[in-house]
């Protein structure tokens, strides 16, 4: 098989440059969180053309929201192989918000920025950016997704109720994160409280007359 060329317009090109500016992006936010993510510093970093980087990732939080799916891929592929031990569907949901927290805890600094990018409103004039990612994927785009799938498995049916009380754990999930930036919660309340809404949200209802 011949050698794959990192240069050009090829896909593989393409997919290795994106690799680059994720990498460089994600290295920045380690060192100093959401500040110290400079889009000029991710070219140099990365080794890309400035006007390259703007043309798939318009701004950083675009850049960060990328670089949030691919750790959400990463948390997908480890509870593929580990996948959550507990024997309720709330008890696994709980299982994977643990985690996510965790993966927060070791990088605080990424914890920061890809918080801050989520949060920050855009202006009210913003249109939906044309540009497309550099990559395309069908990777998991929330947390919810992860929740789902551990809680339930791949061949479940969400339905609108289960997809609310979801998307509240993952509200929760991304508050008390920021709260723990804050030095507002400890790591043990916060899984404390994971747990509990976990528990509150996805518990089934019981049976009339039981």
């Known amino acids: 098989m011949g050698r794959v060329s990192r240069k050009g317009r090829t896909p593989e090109a393409r997919a290795f440059r994106a690799e680059r500016v994720l990498d460089a992006g994600m290295a920045l936010a380690t060192r100093g969180g959401y500040e110290a993510v400079q889009m000029r510093e991710v070219a140099r970093i990365a080794d890309v053309a400035l ?3 703007y043309r798939y990732y318009p701004s950083k939080d675009a850049l960060l929201n990328a670089a949030t799916i691919m750790q959400l891929d990463q948390l997908r ?15 696994r949901a709980a299982e994977v918000l643990h985690r996510a927290f965790r993966a927060m805890q070791y990088n605080r600094g990424w914890a920061h920025a890809a918080l801050s990018a989520f949060h920050i409103p855009k202006p009210l004039d913003r ?4 540009a497309a990612p550099l990559v395309e994927t069908s990777l998991p785009t929330t947390l919810a997704d992860l929740i789902a799938l551990a809680a339930w498995g791949p061949s479940h049916r969400t339905t609108s109720a289960e997809y609310r009380a979801l998307h509240m754990l993952e509200s929760l999930w991304s508050s008390s994160v920021i709260s723990w930036l804050n030095d507002q919660m400890t790591p043990e309340y ?6 509990f809404a976990a528990k509150r949200l996805l518990m089934p209802e019981p049976e009339a007359g039981k």
Not at 127 to 130: E, H, V
Request: a positive charge; proline letters at 14%; aromatic letters at 0%.
């Open 51 to 53: 006007s390259t980087l």
């Open 77 to 91: 592929q480890d509870l593929l192989r580990r996948p959550p031990r507990q024997r309720t569907p709330e008890g």
């Open 127 to 130: 249109r939906p950016d044309d």
């Open 190 to 195: 916060v899984e404390e409280r994971l747990r």
